[in-house]
């Protein structure tokens, strides 16, 4: 059974920093390209970062360029999202998922489709 954990979300003030991780059970996804996104209440979901296979290409959205840092760890079967400067429009539940095509890098991955393996979600949470 392939399943994706996230886990390091919480409560923080403005200004803080949460590092969020993802790892992935039941087979590698280290031909895959891998994505953070996540979703407010009320509003949809987006995608906030995606990262390639080998990790050298990234896609982060506008509204956290220069805050968030994608990366990844094959070995592992794990991926993070370093959070700095969180702002409270910050908060949401996070999820990170799977492209299920192997060696895809493409308009697809960073509009966020094609990720067909899904975490469960971590709440991140951040306060004035």
């Known amino acids: 059974q392939v399943q994706l954990v996230e886990s390091g979300g919480g409560l923080v003030q403005a200004g803080g920093s949460l590092r969020l991780s993802c790892t992935a059970s039941?087979?590698?996804?280290?031909?895959?390209?891998m994505g953070w996104f996540r979703q407010a209440p009320g509003k949809e979901r987006e995608l906030v970062a995606a990262?390639?296979?080998?990790?050298?290409?990234?896609y982060y959205a506008d509204s956290v360029k220069g805050r968030f840092t994608i990366s990844r760890d094959n070995g592992k079967n794990t991926v993070y999202l370093q959070m700095n400067s969180l702002k409270t429009e910050d908060t949401a539940v996070y999820y990170c998922a799977a492209d299920n095509i192997p060696w895809r890098w493409s308009l697809t991955t960073t509009l966020g489709r094609g990720y067909d393996y899904w975490g469960q979600g971590t709440q991140v949470t951040v306060s004035s």
């Open positions: 990262i390639g296979w080998r990790g050298g290409r990234t």
């Open positions: 039941g087979r590698t996804f280290s031909n895959n390209a």
